[in-house]
């Protein structure tokens, strides 16, 4: 485990690395740890530009693929255009999924009716879509919360029950936030969403920091509990086919 990242795959041309959930991949502010694309300069310490072929929202955690030259990153970059790579997510849900499997199909356009600017939604002019998933596991999880309005050393906690899904996701398009948004329109919400969750205000809360406990606790999870395990394409007469399991943060919700 390097300091930086997790490094999944190196030769000549690719640098593959596990890119931890809360990273962004492109700086806007900060030093030169705050950003994936600094890390891999400091990680591979030469005078080239490392370019990122795939990006992940900040709070994703899992595979990027980054090209050590030019001649890497032009060649990949048509791969992925073209659609002709295959990646696979998983995802814990609020809410029992009903069907085992199942293809969302639903164009993504900007919302405009959003206090969040970057907050987009299915829509009938938008742009085509797909994600097809399958249920993994269904689980049941508790949660305890002080039972009265006050909080004093009488208040007594409540446990409650609430249910969750496992999700394996394989979009078939690559609009952004798809994974999040479709999941959102099915009903079922990526755990911990602060955009897509059904409360805006919880993504201008962290962004302006003022994100209280209670909302916290609403969320469940400090970062969204979505993650990108796997990637296969053929390039250069070869197959290839990386993965990397989810962090620990992810794996623990799932035990019961």
Same mark, same amino acid.
């Given at each position: 485990?390097?300091?930086l990242f997790? $490094? ?20 806007? @502010? ?6 994936? /694309?600094?890390?891999?300069?400091? =990680? ?5 530009? !490392?370019?990122? $072929?795939?990006?992940?929202?900040? #709070? +994703? ?5 980054? %090209? @050590? ?5 032009? #060649?990949?970059?048509?791969?992925? &255009? ?5 990646? &696979?997510?998983?995802?814990? $849900? ?5 069907? #085992?499997?199942?293809?969302?199909? %639903?164009?993504?356009?900007?919302d405009e ?8 939604? $299915? ?34 906690? @409540?446990?409650?029950?609430?249910? *969750? ?13 798809? /994974? ?8 079922? !919400? ?5 955009? =897509? ?14 994100? +209280? ?8 999870? !400090?970062?969204?509990a979505l ?17 990397? !399991?989810? &962090?620990?943060? *992810? ?6």
């Amino acid at each position: 485990m390097n300091p930086l990242f997790q $490094v999944i795959h190196e030769d000549d041309n690719l640098l593959v690395v596990h890119k931890p959930a809360d990273l962004v991949c492109h700086p806007t @502010k900060g030093d030169e740890y705050s950003s994936l /694309i600094s890390r891999a300069r400091i =990680y591979l310490k030469t005078d080239s530009e !490392p370019r990122l $072929v795939n990006r992940l929202d900040r #709070e +994703t955690s899992g595979l990027v693929v980054i %090209a @050590k030259n030019l001649a890497t990153a032009g #060649e990949l970059g048509k791969i992925w &255009e073209s659609r002709a790579v295959q990646k &696979e997510y998983l995802a814990i $849900v609020h809410g029992h999924v009903a069907a #085992e499997q199942g293809m969302i199909d %639903a164009p993504l356009g900007k919302d405009e009716t959003s206090i969040v600017a970057i907050k987009d939604c $299915v829509r009938a002019d938008g742009t085509p879509a797909q994600t097809e998933f399958f249920v993994e596991k269904r689980f049941i999880k508790s949660f305890s919360r002080d039972d009265s309005e006050l909080k004093t050393k009488n208040s007594k906690l @409540k446990t409650f029950p609430l249910p *969750f899904s496992l999700l394996r996701l394989l979009p078939r398009s690559g609009r952004k936030h798809q /994974i999040r948004i479709h999941l959102a329109h099915l009903g079922h !919400p990526i755990v911990g969403d602060k955009i =897509y969750g059904g409360d805006s205000d919880l993504y201008l809360a962290l962004v302006e920091g003022r994100l +209280t406990e209670e909302q916290r606790a609403r969320l469940i999870l !400090p970062t969204h509990a979505l993650h990108a395990g796997r990637l296969q394409f053929h390039w250069r007469e070869r197959d290839w086919d990386f993965a990397t !399991p989810p &962090e620990p943060l *992810f794996t623990d919700f799932l035990k019961e």
